[in-house]
């Protein structure tokens, strides 16, 4: 979400003597201060937008807390608006952030953003995926990411890294994503038929696979049923085995006791 106007969206670079940002202490949270709500358009976020900033915002929270980093859910950060050539706040939908004294960050502290991408809405999406991807290039935040979140969207990420200002479209290797500007750091886009809501990517840091708690707990239960019904299934073949086994002692049992009685 962004407070700021967007009627022009091009590409309308400023010089690279842009001003250093200033670090004042942000007290601007939106009018209504409603999160994930973009008063400019009064769009507010769908379900599946809703589904996306809870399980891979949970997931960026455990990359914050093993890497030391800050996580921002739709929270204001002091950018360069060229368009009108002063320090302005912004909102990403999620982003990644270097330790940096609270309540004054600013562009210069973003080492990942991801805008969750809303297709319902011309506007938005034309924000979403132009204007946010602009202002993240133009104050030069080292990777941004587009995020659709639709099950009935073909699409799951972009992603766009920076090398020599400007945004370069990065092809995932094997269907996996590596954050430079955070080693260690993978978004891993699972095949089509994994999909769920909220769920189009598995986060991993430094070789560990993040979850949501829930989404976890579901896996474990699932997990735990199928230990279960295996376990089962193993007994119930022993008991047949068994009880086959026993079938086995008694035929020969009779046979014996046959054989004896015709001698």
Request: with cysteine; aromatic share 10%.
């Amino acid at each position: 979400m962004s407070v700021a106007p967007t009627s022009r969206i091009s590409i309308d670079h400023p010089s690279p003597e842009r001003p250093a940002l200033v670090r004042h202490v942000h007290t601007d949270y939106g009018e209504l201060g409603i999160p994930f709500y973009d008063e400019e358009l009064d769009v507010a976020q769908g379900v599946p937008h809703g589904y996306v900033t809870r399980i891979l915002g949970m997931d960026l929270q455990r990359v914050a807390e093993r890497g030391g980093f800050k996580v921002f859910a739709d929270n204001p950060v002091w950018y360069w608006d060229w368009r009108y050539n002063k320090q302005k706040a912004f909102f990403s939908d999620l982003a990644l952030l270097k330790p940096s004294p609270d309540e004054r960050e600013i562009a210069d502290d973003v080492l990942l953003a991801v805008e969750v991408v809303t297709t319902t809405h011309q506007k938005k999406m034309e924000k979403d995926t132009k204007f946010q991807k602009e202002l993240n290039e133009c104050n030069g935040v080292p990777e941004f990411v587009l995020y659709y979140p639709d099950m009935s969207d073909a699409r799951s990420l972009v992603w766009f890294r920076l090398v020599n200002r400007k945004y370069v479209e990065i092809e995932p290797n094997q269907d996996c994503f590596e954050c430079q500007s955070i080693p260690g750091l993978v978004f891993k886009i699972l095949p089509r038929t994994r999909w769920s809501p909220g769920r189009k990517v598995e986060v991993s840091y430094k070789g560990v696979l993040l979850r949501d708690p829930e989404e976890e707990f579901r896996m474990r239960l699932e997990l735990e049923r199928e230990r279960t019904a295996a376990r089962e299934e193993t007994e119930a073949l022993k008991q047949a085995l068994e009880a086959e086994r026993k079938a086995r002692m008694e035929l020969e049992r009779r046979l014996a006791e046959l054989k004896n009685q015709q001698s």
